[in-house]
């Protein structure tokens, strides 16, 4: 059965530096989002991703973040400057398209650890 | 504004017993989605159910059932006969239903313990 993959599982890095999570979505998908969850909290959207531009964002989505198509198969959250807030566990989901499918597949997540 | 309430913080039930997770949501959109998922200790978030507002069909699959009642804003989810593997943190869930990338508004989850 087709998943949404995320790399890496686990990201430890300084206050200030920049990351790099990536997501390989299911591939007939076509919408591509990002939320995250800090510990013991629920999980917060935090932007949609459609037709190689960004569709909706929440105000957590500051200046700080950004994301990204490369290529044809994966999808990339970049926080720019890591603050320790940032810290969190950041899941990649994907959905096929429009209203008969709008079911959201998430991946494992990605857990971020700013020091 | 959209919000997902789950009043219900943390509960505990032994084996066998049947246990019912509450949620109830706020929007002011007239067809919008709702969902069930289940987040284990392992942490990914696994998809349950989906159903659209203009469906108030009650299902079941399996061990599984849940009671959709818009006049009241609920979507609660029941487990009939726990077991301990139905451990884990569940989140009701709601988007708008646009037919483009809608955003899910998750409630705050409910922490199942199921023990022998």
């Known amino acids: 059965e087709p998943e949404v993959t995320q790399t890496p599982s686990h990201q430890v890095t300084q206050m200030g530096q920049e990351v790099i999570l990536r997501c390989v979505p299911i591939s007939n998908h076509l919408y591509f989002y990002w939320y995250r969850q800090i510990l013991g909290q629920k999980v917060e959207f935090l932007v949609s991703?459609?037709?190689?531009?960004?569709?909706?964002k929440s105000e957590i989505f500051d200046d700080q973040f950004s994301v990204e198509r490369p290529d044809g198969s994966n999808f990339t959250l970049k926080i720019r400057s890591t603050k320790l807030e940032d810290s969190a566990m950041y899941f990649c989901?994907?959905?096929?398209?429009?209203?008969?499918?709008?079911?959201?597949?998430f991946g494992p997540g990605t857990r971020l650890l700013v020091l | 504004a959209q919000k997902v309430t789950q009043a219900q913080t943390e509960i505990s039930v032994v084996e066998k017993e049947d246990v019912t997770l509450d949620c109830v949501y706020e929007?002011?959109?007239?067809?919008?989605?709702l969902f069930w998922y289940k987040q284990p200790p392992s942490g990914e978030l696994v998809f349950l159910i989906r159903r659209n507002s203009f469906d108030e069909q009650n299902e079941i699959s399996g061990r599984y059932s849940w009671n959709f009642q818009k006049s009241t804003s609920s979507f609660n989810f029941t487990i009939t006969a726990s077991q301990v593997v139905d451990s884990a943190v569940y989140f009701c869930a709601l988007s708008p239903l646009t037919g483009t990338a809608s955003k899910l508004t998750f409630g705050t989850g409910t922490r199942l313990q199921v023990t022998l």
């Open positions: 991703f459609y037709n190689n531009e960004i569709s909706e």
């Open positions: 989901a994907s959905s096929l398209a429009g209203v008969v499918e709008e079911t959201q597949y």
């Open positions: 929007t002011r959109d007239t067809t919008y989605y």
